[in-house]
Each structure stands twice: as structure tokens, then as C-alpha cells.
């Protein structure tokens, strides 16, 4: 985010805390506090815990900012307080210099309040295609067409393996459209109560339940920008059909009205799943399915592009250097190795964790085999020693033969025609082969 960014963002929200790493409260600005009803001057110094004796530790969007030591944006909160039903968007950043994280800022937009409906420009995107590290060039061919489509005002489909930075391309997309000056809301579906899921979405009307309030939805506070639908696979399917009118007919209606309200959004979702698969199992709605998958963009896992690994060992190296100040030049060649021969099940967001942990207990040099993490060490170890006591030669034959079938398989996403291509075999010996190894 530049500074003219953080100045709208500063300028545009209901509250502002910096607290420090324990939570102490050291500044404290509340545009139109109907919740504590507390002075600057009463609060600093105080703990946060007592301003938000509701709240637990887990709950403060703050505290995981600082804990994960990355900023979190654009973060729909809600709870209820003496029965007062509160909607917020929050942005949290962690404070971080030479000797780590010291603490912490949250900066909050009440969405139910009405000073919002007077002042509140929302949140953009934070991310570009130039902050994108790979040496892939596959990888980098797609990502300069998709940096040409963003332009456009089609729904896109990011496809991704857990880990391998969705998000981050969702920035990118919404930071090259015509919309990149307006609002960027992301929403994570899988981080929803199914119960309530509607509501934060499309919005409620007064009345229309127990304790419910006029409020906009996630869709009306997106208007004239895009919205980040992270893990769509986990919508309830008795309310795709209701997404599914909202992307047609480009109008939503909140919960307890018969009001229409016209919106105009851009969907970008993403799913870790096969949602073709899902949609064959009757999971997900096809015409939903086609209409979210407009343009698809599928993120390789780090499994494939083993050349990022080394560059990207080399980046975090680097951004840990700063925080917990060391002074790291590299890593050693049996270190090399061993990052190139595991399989990073956790993508990009789990080689990162492992290069953290390794600066941790390193000193000045380079990062030998003693600093790597022993869950890391465990798994190869038990993936040599299984290769090793295999049995037979014929037994280790066919267990390398149905490990390459079943990657090729989620490589081509369980399509057999593109997979029997893929291993230069028969489509009958395809299946005699997933029948032999039992693979489904």
C-alpha cells in the first residue's frame, strides 16, 4: 500500500489502535465510539483486554496480524455486544524492528454505523504481479496473460493448492483493472458459520430476525470495486443459487426486504478443490460453476516449479534478516537438496514457516541441516527409509508406478483422456492400471 493509500485509509476509518506486544494501549482514536464511550485520554495506557472484555485473545484481528507478522486486510468482523449487533471491516498491521514484533495496529470501519455512510472509502488491493516471485516460465507466460485479462470486467476462477498465494493474485488482478481505485473486499467462505453466511453477504433488514439491524452486506460494500470470494467450494448449496442471481442480474436483495438493490462487482474466487468434480457429485451448481469460471487461472503447486525454490528461500532469507536481525548469507548445498526433494504439501506459506523457524536458531552464516525443522527431517527420512524396505523390487516398482499415476492424475484434474496423454499410455491401460492400484 503507498502512503497516499494509508493516509485515505487513516482518514476514512471509525477506529485507530496501536497497542503494544503485551496489548497496552498506546494511541487511541474512535471516530464514533458507541461502544466503550471512552476518551483518548482514558484509554492509553490501559489494556486492551479491558476496553474488550468480550473479546479473547484469538478474537483481536491484531494479535494475529502479530503473531503471523503479516498484515491482515479488509477482514469482515462481527459481534454483539448488550445485544447491539456490530459489523466491522478491520485492517491490522504488526510493528516489527530489529529485535521483532513490538506491537501492533488495527485500523476498523464500523459498517453498521451511519458516520460510515457519510466518509468511508473502502480498502484496495496491496498486491501487484511484480510483487509475484517465480523463475517458472510456464508460471510466468500465465501470469502475463492473466495481467492483460485483468483489464477486462469478467469473473475469474483462481485454481490453487493450499498455500500457493490466491490471495496474493487476487490483489494483483483487482490492482490492474479499471477498478483498482475502488473498493477490494475479501471474504475467506470457509471462515463463515453456514447459519449466518447469508447475511453477512447480502445484508439484513430490520426485524427480519431477532436482534437484526439494517446493515449492508459484503456485496453492497464492494459496490463499484471486486470482491474476493477465497474458498467458494464452501458455499452451502442451497445458497449458490442466490449467488448465482447476484452475478446474473447484478442486483442483491438483504435479508427481510423485497427491495432489489443494483450493485456493480467484479467476482474474483478461488477454490482449493476441483469444483468440475464437485459439480459431477452434485456439490456444487453447474451453472454457478460456469458462471464463476469465466476466466480460469490455475496456480502450480511448488512441487512443480522447483526452480522458485531457491529464489524464494533466498527472498524470506532476506525478509528475516530485517525482522529478527540476523545475518544470513545463504544455505548449504545439503540444505539445497533437501528443500528440492520434499514435497511441500503447505506450498509457498509452509517453505516460508520452515526458513522462519530456521533463522530462528541460527546464528551469522548460512543455514545448515540443524536449523531445518525436525517434522521436516522426520518426513524425508521416513520417505527414504520407505523407499529403502520396500520389499521386492516388483513391490517398490508398482508403489512408484501408482504414486506417479495418482500425481498425474490431480495434475490433469482426473481427466483421463489428458492423463493417458500425460504418461504416453493407452487410455485401456489407464484403466487397467487405476483398477490394479485401486485408484478412484
Not at 52 to 58: H, Q
Not at 304 to 320: A, M, P, S, T, W
Not at 365 to 377: E, H, K, R, T, V
Request: with cysteine; net charge neutral.
Amino acid at each position: 500500500m503507498n502512503s497516499n493509500g494509508l493516509k485515505e485509509l487513516f482518514y476514512d476509518s471509525d477506529l485507530i489502535l496501536i497497542i503494544d506486544k503485551n496489548g497496552k494501549v498506546m494511541y487511541y482514536d474512535d471516530y464514533d465510539d458507541n461502544l466503550n464511550m471512552l476518551k483518548k485520554e482514558n484509554v492509553v495506557g490501559r489494556s486492551i483486554f479491558e476496553l474488550y472484555p468480550f473479546f479473547k485473545r484469538e478474537d483481536f484481528t491484531v494479535f494475529r496480524a502479530m503473531d503471523g507478522k503479516e498484515p491482515i486486510l479488509n477482514e469482515y468482523q462481527t459481534f454483539t455486544v448488550d445485544g447491539n449487533k456490530k459489523n466491522c471491516l478491520n485492517n491490522a498491521f504488526p510493528l516489527i524492528n530489529e529485535t521483532g514484533v513490538i506491537g501492533g495496529i488495527v485500523i476498523s470501519v464500523e459498517l453498521s454505523s451511519k458516520a460510515v455512510k457519510r466518509k468511508i472509502r473502502k480498502s484496495t488491493s496491496r498486491y501487484d504481479f511484480e510483487d509475484i516471485i517465480t523463475e517458472n516460465q510456464e508460471f510466468r507466460k500465465s501470469l502475463e496473460i492473466l495481467k492483460k485479462v485483468s483489464k477486462s470486467e469478467s469473473n475469474v476462477l483462481i485454481i490453487g493448492e493450499t498455500g500457493t498465494g490466491k490471495e496474493l493474485i487476487a490483489h494483483s488482478i483487482h490492482s490492474n483493472s479499471s477498478r483498482r481505485n475502488k473498493p477490494f473486499i475479501i471474504q475467506n467462505c470457509a471462515a463463515i458459520p453456514s447459519s449466518i453466511m447469508e447475511s453477512i453477504l447480502f445484508g439484513t433488514a430490520k426485524g427480519s430476525f431477532t436482534g437484526s439491524m439494517d446493515k449492508e452486506g459484503l456485496f453492497e460494500s464492494a459496490n463499484g470495486g471486486t470482491i474476493f470470494l477465497d474458498e467458494i467450494n464452501s458455499v452451502p448449496y442451497d445458497l449458490q443459487s442466490k449467488l448465482l442471481r447476484t452475478l446474473e442480474n447484478k442486483n442483491i436483495m438483504r435479508i427481510g426486504e423485497n427491495i432489489e438493490r443494483e450493485i456493480d462487482i467484479r467476482i474474483i474466487a478461488s477454490t482449493n478443490e476441483d469444483l468440475a468434480r464437485k459439480v459431477d457429485k452434485g456439490e456444487f451448481r453447474a451453472d454457478l460453476y460456469y458462471r464463476l469460471n469465466v476466466i480460469s487461472f490455475n496456480i502450480p503447486p511448488l512441487k512443480e516449479r522447483k526452480e522458485d525454490i531457491k529464489v524464494l528461500v533466498d527472498y524470506y532469507i532476506n525478509q528475516y534478516n530485517s525482522i529478527l536481525n540476523k545475518n544470513i548469507t545463504g544455505i548449504s548445498k545439503d540444505v539445497l537438496q533437501i528443500l528440492n526433494d520434499y514435497d511441500w504439501k503447505g506450498n509457498v506459506r509452509e517453505l516460508k514457516n520452515v526458513i522462519e523457524y530456521a533463522l530462528n536458531f541460527s546464528e551469522d552464516g548460512i543455514l545448515n541441516m540443524d536449523s531445518l525443522p525436525q517434522y521436516l527431517m522426520k518426513t524425508i527420512n521416513s520417505e527414504k527409509k520407505e523407499r529403502l524396505t520396500g520389499g521386492s523390487l516388483t513391490t517398490m516398482v508398482d508403489n512408484y508406478e501408482c504414486k506417479l499415476i495418482k500425481d498425474a492424475l490431480e495434475s490433469c484434474k482426473y481427466n483421463i483422456l489428458k492423463t493417458a496423454e500425460f504418461l504416453n499410455i493407452p487410455r485401456q491401460t489407464l484403466y487397467y492400471k487405476l483398477k490394479k492400484y485401486n485408484i478412484e
